[in-house]
């Protein structure tokens, strides 16, 4: 049996295993854990910096037990379209992700994630529990918002682009599931190679910085592993055992994870009215109803 094929049957067991609602905690701590300790890499190592070891650190990690060029190589023309695809939007989406974190809080950054996400569910199926998810949804980032229209307008825009493709990578996500966790975390690993080979002329002269500091080096891997590796493949576990809605409605959990772990390493202690923001916007995305 060779390690590809070895690996696959290891998540395929482990998702059997472990109950998925466990895999969804993993992956919803370490969601916004390893940005947060990105945000502190940020003075040192740039914002395009932080992005491409991130993604670096977790395509060779992948790689050492997807084999993506074996994936590549095998897939058929429209599989290999689709591992472009979610390798553009991971990278794209993970740059956007740090460049808004860069100039808002995290708090306000995870709730946009979700309105598109919502809009979506509206757009597939077009009822008045779905109307009021939106509208919940949409309060409850306009109350986190504040005065950032002004005063942030360029963070606005990387979390609005960030937030549409983090859609799109719930949708392709559950697409790659969809082969079960073994083939999901193969052809994850294959898309973050991917993602790596699109981000190498962007990031890697800031990243280049770091490169003359062991203690920088080992940072940048360890926000890679703990943002990209850990909870992609825990996404992709709990993916494989869960119905779209029951996945959809744990999300609900992700903007309090990113409140409470702003607050513990970064300091942003969220006034009363961000936290009825943030309320707003879990009870419309546990409200909602995707579309199958």
């Not at 890697?204 to 990209?228: H, K, N, P």
């Amino acid at each position: 049996m060779s390690s590809k094929v070895a690996g696959a049957v290891g998540f395929n067991r482990a998702a059997e295993a472990v109950p998925p609602h466990v895999w969804f905690g993993v992956s919803a701590t370490f969601h916004y854990l390893g940005p947060s300790f990105a945000i502190l890499l940020f003075p040192a190592v740039g914002v395009l910096g932080v992005a491409w070891f991130r993604i670096a650190s977790a395509a060779l990690v992948f790689a050492s037990f997807t084999r993506p060029w074996r994936t590549i190589r095998q897939a058929d023309g429209r599989t290999r379209l689709f591992l472009v695809g979610l390798g553009v939007c991971l990278a794209v989406m993970n740059t956007s992700f740090y460049l808004a974190l860069d100039k808002l809080p995290m708090s306000l950054v995870a709730a946009m994630e979700f309105v598109g996400t919502i809009g979506v569910a509206l757009f597939g199926l077009r009822t008045k529990r779905n109307v009021l998810a939106l509208v919940l949804a949409v309060v409850g980032v306009f109350i986190l918002i504040d005065a950032k229209w002004a005063s942030d307008p360029l963070g606005l825009f990387w979390a609005t682009i960030n937030a549409a493709l983090f859609v799109g990578y719930i949708v392709l996500g559950h697409k790659a599931s969809e082969r079960g966790a073994g083939g999901g975390v193969e052809q994850l690993g294959a898309a973050m190679a991917i993602a790596l080979i699109i981000l190498m002329p962007i990031g890697f002269v800031e990243a280049a910085r770091a490169f003359g500091s062991i203690t920088l080096i080992a940072a940048g891997i360890g926000v890679g592993i703990s943002s990209s590796v850990i909870p992609y493949v825990c996404d992709q576990i709990a993916m494989s055992r869960l119905p779209r809605a029951s996945f959809a409605l744990l999300l609900a959990l992700l903007p309090a994870t990113a409140t409470i772990i702003a607050a513990i390493v970064l300091a942003q202690i969220p006034t009363l009215r961000d936290l009825i923001g943030v309320a707003l916007v879990m009870v419309g995305i546990a409200v909602h109803r995707p579309a199958r």
